[in-house]
């Protein structure tokens, strides 16, 4: 997605080894132009799925997955990373190993908002090692439904996470893939959409 990747280009900057900020228009700051373009470019690839919801994690897969959904004209449930008193029956759960953060969080959703009936695509923000994503596949399919696809905002194709889900079936569709860091700077690869 080429605003995207020149959004990236010109806002983004690398931190350490491999990590990129992008937190003055996705994952702090929001752009809500960009948000909107992103979950057009995913409904229009998605229309003809059979999708029944948008399913992401807290906080920042939020804003992508509920202008996928909106577009779709489907509901968004994102799963939450602590457990709350009033979630008090019937949640599903997965341990996921948070790459920034470096702690492991049980992530839940209430298992009302999920059937056997339902068609997922799962949205987020970034694909590294695959964590956060593979649990909401454990998630999704706990309650008997099935996951279309993962649709990554940005993906670092010089991590794992893209090769553990497509070994374990499920299709994956990035807006923009970075192949490598080099020099403080992102050098990209050719994405999906
Ligand atoms: P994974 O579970 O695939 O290892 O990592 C994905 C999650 O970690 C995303 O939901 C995102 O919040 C966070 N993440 C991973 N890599 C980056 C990065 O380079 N920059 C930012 N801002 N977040 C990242």
Do not use: C, W
């Amino acid at each position: 997605m080429e605003s995207l990747e020149a959004r990236i280009l010109k806002d983004g900057y690398v931190l350490g080894e491999n990590i990129l900020k992008v937190d003055s228009f996705l994952t702090h700051q929001v752009d809500l132009h960009l948000m909107k373009e992103i979950g057009d470019v995913f409904a229009k690839k998605f229309r003809d799925a059979g999708i029944t919801k948008v399913v992401t994690i807290e906080a920042s897969g939020i804003a992508p997955a509920l202008y996928t959904a909106d577009a779709l004209g489907v509901p968004m449930i994102f799963a939450k990373k602590s457990k709350n008193i009033t979630m008090n029956e019937g949640i599903l759960t997965a341990e996921v190993f948070s790459f920034t953060k470096q702690v492991t969080n049980t992530v839940s959703i209430a298992s009302k908002y999920l059937s056997e009936k339902d068609k997922v695509l799962i949205v987020d923000d970034f694909l590294a090692n695959g964590q956060a994503a593979k649990g909401l596949v454990e998630i999704v399919e706990q309650a008997g439904a099935k996951v279309e696809a993962v649709g990554i905002v940005i993906e670092k194709s010089f991590q794992e996470g893209r090769g553990l889900l497509e070994e374990a079936g499920i299709p994956v569709f990035s807006l923009a893939r970075l192949e490598r860091f080099e020099n403080g700077k992102v050098v990209f690869k050719e994405a999906d959409l």
